[in-house]
């Protein structure tokens, strides 16, 4: 038995990208049963990390860096 899954595409109701979690009802995809039975989801899952993380923060904004030092010893012999 072959379970076809669509590899791109997005829910009817609530626009999110169809996954392994898609359900068929009538030749439409949904992108889960919820969806499919017309109730509502609930809140997005939560995020994993910080909003603050998600955001590039400038050079400008961090601290001043020291130049570089050589590398190299000096034999004072």
Known sequence: MIDERPSCGSCRVCRRALDLASVQV????????????????AEAPPSV???EWLYARPRR?????????????SDAS
């Open 26 to 41: 009538r030749d439409v995809w949904y992108c889960s049963t919820a969806c499919a039975e017309g109730r509502s989801r």
């Open 49 to 51: 990390v910080p909003e």
């Open 61 to 73: 904004f961090f601290g001043k860096r020291l130049p570089k030092e050589l590398n190299t010893r």
